[in-house]
């Protein structure tokens, strides 16, 4: 599966954006789907999960009740909306794609995803 995610920007401190990410090649039904992040000189890390039917999310505590991970399977393609932003969600952020044959809680790893796309930038200013 291709991964394609879009949407990042330059947004100030308390806006919104929507990341989207487009699945091709396989139908983002065979997979949880997920996105991860990386600050300017920090480590990949987990920002929210979903299972391959959306019945049930996962999110890092740094976001919870600012950012929403849903999925439109009919459009093969995942969403995070993101709300209340922070400088410190500056970052540049993944769509990864794991099989759904997989354990979902894995995923809050990025070694669980088996498929990544390019990133996209997010910059909030303060």
């Known amino acids: 599966v291709q991964l394609q995610a879009c949407g990042g920007g330059l947004v100030q401190a308390g806006g919104s954006l929507r990341l989207s990410c487009a699945a091709s090649?396989?139908?983002?039904?065979?997979?949880?789907m997920g996105w991860f992040r990386q600050p300017p000189g920090k480590e990949r890390e987990f920002v929210a999960a979903?299972?391959?039917?959306?019945?049930?999310?996962y999110y890092a505590d740094s976001v919870k009740g600012r950012f929403t991970i849903s999925r439109d399977n009919a459009k093969n393609t995942v969403y995070l909306q993101m709300n209340s932003l922070k400088p410190e969600d500056t970052a540049v952020y993944y769509c990864?794609?794991?099989?759904?044959?997989?354990?979902?809680?894995?995923?809050?790893?990025?070694?669980?995803?088996?498929?990544w796309g390019k990133g996209t930038l997010v910059t909030v200013s303060s």
């Open positions: 090649g396989r139908t983002a039904s065979s997979y949880h």
């Open positions: 990864a794609a794991q099989s759904r044959g997989s354990t979902i809680a894995t995923m809050t790893s990025s070694r669980g995803a088996d498929y």
């Open positions: 979903i299972r391959w039917g959306g019945s049930s999310t």
